[in-house]
């Protein structure tokens, strides 16, 4: 091995250099995160608000939000879109609908109703463009998306009408953090044990980590290459620039990744969105291990479809050349994930093998230096996740304390994992056609599902 490379080697030194180019983009991201610092709000009445809200089967959670948001923001108009649901989802929005002329129901039926999340935002932004009076101005009308378990931070609108979002003419769309609201709850899942209250309470923790770190330090970067996503759930976006965007059907695409594909044809239209961790809208984690990879594997597929962008934004006059390499690593992430799941395990497979059959050659490798790879793997594999952990302290959860950030960075480095499981899965459903969207069920509905189980 010291005379000639090996394929081991080759294999070693090929994970070695992603892992120190990744680490410097971690890095940079880390940096990001860390001088991010809050701005003045501004005035929301120089706009007029809309709010899209997707429903499917949402019965238990769309009255509470339908009173939330009117009573948090009097002057917003609420279009709520029933995708033919089999619960009392439309009754209750009418109920609501017949003392608020601010809330307007959007009533989508079969065969034109479940096709995806996409249709849906598209069909309420027909029936909003049909309703909205001649001549207002489209510059000054702001459009935004919420989950139908949104529980938006109070000013909100104020924050995003700021001079460096909404304020900016030069801004055509804002994305916001995203919380979970559940994460601080002890027993998520009602009338289970304590271990697996503690696994469910650890991946709600996990994904309320990975929306206001990692997630949101890859959004501040983004800021520099001008190339910042929009989320399915708090993004906001001129009702001029959606014009700018619409085809035949509207402006949201098919993808099962319809907020990141919006942001794709801003993007190549020449417009600029903006991201903010001043206000947030809060949102259910999951703690079903099936729904939360069902969760990812939609996103998956979503990124993967996204790819036959890359022709235009290669082609594209308004984007810079770091923007187009941040959003050819963003589209061809889960292709990196699954040739990085491939890679790690082969290395280690080959020295397994390596070593059964020349103990000798790998004890001699390791003696002449080859042992300083090993904190070095540990440090790509573990550390620079892991690393988020007190960062999410520090910046998010300051009552929670050190030594329980350094759980939660552990945590994540295993939680990261779940992605490769997410991306085959991803990668099997793209190559078959299955483009089908899966909704993800409600915590309340998983709970009624045990609790009918256990009682049968």
């Excluded at 979503?302 to 082609?315: D, S």
Aim: proline share 4%; charged share 20%.
């Amino acid at each position: 091995m010291n005379d000639s490379p090996t394929l081991v080697a080759v294999a070693m030194a090929l994970s070695l250099l992603l892992g120190t180019v990744f680490l410097g983009y971690l890095v940079s991201l880390v940096v990001c995160f860390v001088r991010n610092r809050a701005q003045p709000p501004g005035d929301h009445t120089q706009f007029e608000w809309h709010i899209l809200v997707p429903c499917l089967n949402e019965a238990a959670v769309v009255g509470e939000s339908l009173r939330r948001l009117r009573s948090e923001f009097p002057t917003l108009h609420i279009w709520a879109i029933d995708d033919d649901s089999d619960d009392a989802t439309a009754d209750i929005i009418r109920a609501h609908q017949k003392n608020d002329i601010r809330i307007h129901l959007v009533a989508r039926r079969a065969p034109h109703a479940r096709t995806g999340k996409g249709d849906a935002l598209n069909a309420a932004y027909q029936a909003l463009c049909d309703w909205l009076p001649d001549g207002l101005s489209p510059d000054r009308v702001i459009v935004g998306v919420f989950d139908a378990d949104g529980v938006p931070a109070p000013g909100l609108l104020d924050t995003i009408a700021a001079d460096h979002l909404f304020g900016s003419q030069d801004v055509a769309a804002v994305q916001i953090e995203v919380r979970m609201l559940n994460r601080d709850e002890q027993h998520p899942v009602p009338g289970a044990g304590r271990l697996r209250n503690l696994a469910a309470r650890t991946l709600v923790r996990m994904q309320d980590m990975e929306f206001r770190t990692t997630g949101a330090a890859v959004q501040l970067g983004r800021r520099a290459t001008r190339t910042v996503a929009l989320g399915g759930n708090g993004q906001f976006a001129r009702l001029s620039a959606l014009h700018a965007v619409s085809d035949d059907l509207g402006p949201w695409g098919s993808s099962l990744l319809e907020d990141y594909e919006l942001g794709l044809r801003l993007k190549l239209a020449g417009h600029n969105s903006a991201f903010t961790r001043d206000t947030w809208v809060g949102q259910e984690a999951l703690w079903s291990l099936r729904q939360l990879l069902t969760q990812r594997v939609r996103w998956g597929q979503g990124t993967m479809q996204c790819v036959r962008y890359m022709p235009h934004v290669w082609r594209s006059r308004t984007m810079t050349t770091a923007g187009v390499l941040e959003i050819a690593y963003s589209v061809f992430q889960p292709w990196f994930q699954l040739f990085a799941s491939i890679l790690y395990p082969l290395l280690l497979m080959l020295l397994v093998l390596r070593y059964a059959a020349h103990p000798e050659v790998i004890n001699s490798f390791l003696a002449d230096g080859g042992w300083g790879l090993l904190p070095a793997y540990f440090v790509f594999g573990v550390a620079q996740f892991g690393l988020w952990g007190p960062l999410y302290w520090r910046r998010c959860e300051p009552q929670a304390g050190f030594w329980r950030s350094l759980g939660w960075g552990f945590a994540y480095s295993a939680y990261i994992w779940l992605y490769w499981i997410a991306t085959w899965r991803a990668l099997a459903r793209f190559t078959d056609g299955r483009n089908t969207w899966a909704k993800t069920r409600r915590n309340a509905e998983i709970a009624a599902i045990h609790e009918a189980r256990a009682g049968s």
